[in-house]
């Protein structure tokens, strides 16, 4: 200490009894870390080499740390509408099975079907939705069966596979109301339209419909869908895919707009929910004949499955999403197709005319081979989920797609995301043929649904509306058939790939349309 000003400089000082101890927790703590980073590395080395794994080919990333490149890239694709292209491209360069990066964590890329039966079915318990999708969708459908795991996820899935068995015996019926609508909705003969909208707002009605028990009758008033609530829950669809992708840095980007228009989504909704809270609702298998006639409505279902208003609200928000698109969207590209190809709507027209003009029975649906056969080939071309991720919850393995042949198994650490594009694999040339890019109903006469097509994924966790999806559509096809000689488009350009949440044709369905004599 100077005498002058009793000051001792701090850098000569001895540090306290309580600095060191201080020092020493977290030299200790690093230590540990460090040892524990190092154990779990030599184990993990182990498991990769008692289960014979190699490294899959990597990315080319410009930037190695975070890969910035190649998100840069991808959003560029985006905007010029080859995105899932571009994905098939990738698996061209690096494989079928190649590692990359997305802010700065490796992911496997897979479109092996031996790995996807692995991912989605036998090795189902070593995976999980993950936090990107919880993170990005919670705002909005909190934790519906979408974003749940383990058990929460089997309570609700096995509520829902309840409501959607005891609500099957009314679908027809609402079908063939909203179909009425819809051929009374369209422009009259030799009229220029986008049937993209009506489709939209069938998918909608229907939905709605079936879902809440009232239909916003878009079609006949298309201010229903195109404003208010629905309008803004169409518009929280981009933020969602934004913070999916910025994981958990999605707090960067501004939440303002989105959770104004995730509020205006639930009280719409909450409307349905409050609705059915309050009616009598007899409980399942003690309903009197007399009840038994009336439509059994799928809100009324869920409702004696959980009481709580909030978990209604989000699940029948997820349902509302996961079910209105992907039918809107595969009605839009199949008619986009029948509207090219006037060889294959001469084929669906004459198949449906074993009807005599009347509506069909869920039996006589099924058995249209040729229309059902279009359905299945529409999904392969442009499945209106084009691509899908989970993530490892232990270390595990993929059985395929490591070495320099691609043959050896793939080590898949605890944490890291596996990503398949379903485009990319519905395109394989080696799996589809050389005429894979092209729309071939007939390859479905000799083609088995393997993993080498999975439009509504597979194993456990497949899309629980499949059935209803594929009836809706079928249904709306047949009555178009029944009604419409020709449907011819006036749209000079090929199927263009669109950016909504679900894969559409980005310029819709232009057609002119001409109904029977
Ligand atoms: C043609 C139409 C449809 C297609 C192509 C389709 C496709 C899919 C796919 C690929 C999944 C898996 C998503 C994932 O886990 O990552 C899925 C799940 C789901 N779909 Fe569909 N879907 C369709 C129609 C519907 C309909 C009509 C509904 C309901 C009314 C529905 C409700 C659901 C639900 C609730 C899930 C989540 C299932 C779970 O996590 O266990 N889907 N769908």
Known sequence: ??????????????????????????????????????????????FAY???????????????????DSLRDSMQARKSDRYFRREQQLHQAYGNTFMSLLLGSWMVNTIEPKNLEVLFSTKFADYEVGFRRRNAFAPLFGKSIFQSDGTRWQTLRSQLQLCFSRVQTSQLGLLESHCQRLLAALPSDNQKFDLALFLHRFAADVSTDFLFGESINSLENPQNLDGGALKAFADTHSTCELRWLLGSMSWIWPQRTFMKNVRLTHRFIQRYVDAALEREVTPPGKASDQQNEQ???FIDQLRQRTQDPIALRDELTTLYFAG????????INLFFVFSKRPDVWDRVRSEVQSLGGKAPDLQQLKGLRYVQDCIREC??????????SRVAVRDTVLPTGGGPDGGSPVLVPKGMMVHLSVYALHHRKDLWGEDADEFRPERWSYEKQTWKYIPFLGGPRNCVGMDFGLNEVAYAVVRMAQNF???????????????SIALESKNGVKVVMCRDA
Do not use: K
Request: net charge neutral; aromatic share 10%; charged share 15%.
């Open 485 to 499: 000689q020709t449907i011819t488009s006036v749209d000079p350009d090929e199927w263009v790939e669109g950016s």
């Open 1 to 46: 200490m100077t005498a002058e000003t009793g000051f001792v400089p701090t850098v000569f000082s001895l540090p306290s009894e309580s600095a060191y101890s201080w020092v020493w927790a977290v030299s200790a703590g690093l230590v540990a870390i460090f040892v524990l980073y190092l154990t779990q590395g030599i184990a993990r080395r182990r």
């Open 50 to 68: 008692a289960h014979g794994c190699q490294a899959p080919p990597r990315y080319a990333h410009r930037d190695p740390i975070l890969g910035l």
């Open 379 to 388: 999904l392969r071309l442009y499945p209106p989920q084009p691509s899908n």
């Open 324 to 331: 209105t698109d992907a039918p809107a969207a595969l009605l």
């Open 295 to 297: 439509r059994i409505l």
